[in-house]
């Protein structure tokens, strides 16, 4: 990527984010309940602001795809600016995996030591709950700064659409994922036939042709037959977005042999009001955490005080 001087690497840039997020959300969501199930009474407060932060993310699942060809990407001068903001994201996701890796050992670590029994005293136990709120908040608060970095992206990308020459495709691909996304409610099978399997050239024509006709659900069940003839190959594998699959061998077939090409499809929400709304969430999170420690030393401090009493 760093490396890149024609923009071929980089214009895979978006789908490869838009997948890793996916993933990254899935794992998100499963250590953030598991942890706030192991909260204690006196932190369930705190643990119910974690999953409206968790809804607020899961709501960014449909994360922004930009499609651009390599040419409009380079003329328009950001080949450089996308470099800079892959490193960025490179390294708030290393930090995001060892906050997440830190956060998912202290919870086996709660884990065993809750289920030893009730021998554990209850100071303990509530120092080890906040340390994995502490840690859960972390977590929380890399992934707000990496997703934070994507949206900068987006917007700095998405200053192509205003220039003249640029050909704005949004609203077209737009309404073709609505539509492949209402096919995903239909089950269709397909069997692919041979003349099709010979190469991958063929198998797109298909597509393609299947697409211009709208029948959508055929294309969805086209390409997951295909995957299966090709695997990691330009149809994808079985983890991997169908949609969003059929999206980029539309861009890429409609745009060959033209540069200017230029669309964003995703989420319609306002992301600097999502970033908002996390930050805020993150806030009050933290207030929450400080509010908690504080009583807990008082706490300490009010029995030590007491065996100091009895002592004399």
Do not use: C, M, P
């Given at each position: 990527m760093l490396s890149d001087t024609d923009g071929s690497c980089a214009v895979h840039t978006f789908h490869v984010f838009s997948r890793l997020f996916q993933n990254i959300q899935k794992k998100f969501c499963a250590i953030t309940h598991d942890s706030v199930s192991h909260l204690g009474d006196s932190l369930q407060?705190?643990?119910s602001k974690f999953k409206s932060s968790l809804e607020v993310m899961m709501m960014c699942s449909d994360c922004p795809t930009v499609f651009v060809d390599a040419e409009t990407l380079v003329s328009c001068g950001l080949l450089e600016t996308l470099k800079f903001s892959v490193l960025e994201l490179q390294e708030h996701?290393?930090?995001?995996?060892?906050?997440?890796?830190?956060?998912?050992q202290w919870l086996e670590n709660c884990k065993r030591t809750f289920g030893a029994g009730d021998g554990l005293q209850r100071t303990n136990r509530d120092a080890q709950e906040l340390e994995l709120c502490r840690r859960l908040y972390k977590l929380h608060f890399q992934l707000l700064l990496l997703y934070q970095a994507y949206c900068k992206l987006i917007s700095q990308v998405d200053t192509i659409k205003q220039k003249a020459e640029v050909i704005n495709m949004s609203e077209e691909l737009a309404r073709l994922e609505a539509s492949l996304k209402e096919a995903e409610n239909f089950s269709y099978e397909v069997e692919v036939p041979e003349a099709l399997q010979t190469c991958t050239e063929t198998a797109i024509h298909s597509l393609i042709e299947t697409l211009r006709n709208k029948e959508f659900p055929s294309a969805l069940a086209q390409v997951k037959a295909f995957r299966s003839v090709w695997p990691n190959d330009i149809f994808g594998n079985c983890d991997d977005d169908p949609v969003q699959?059929?999206?980029?061998?539309?861009?890429?077939h409609q745009t060959l042999g033209q540069t200017g090409s230029f669309a964003v499809v995703g989420s319609n929400q306002d992301l600097s009001k999502v970033c908002?709304?996390?930050m805020e969430l993150n806030l009050q999170i933290?207030?929450?955490?400080?509010?908690?420690?504080?009583?807990?030393?008082?706490?300490?401090?009010?029995?030590?005080?007491?065996?100091?009493?009895t002592g004399f």
């Open positions: 407060r705190i643990g996701l290393d930090t995001y995996n060892a906050k997440r890796e830190g956060a998912e699959t059929l999206l980029h061998i539309y861009f890429r908002s709304k996390l933290r207030e929450s955490l400080r509010t908690v420690q504080s009583y807990q030393l008082l706490a300490k401090a009010t029995v030590a005080a007491d065996v100091l009493s």
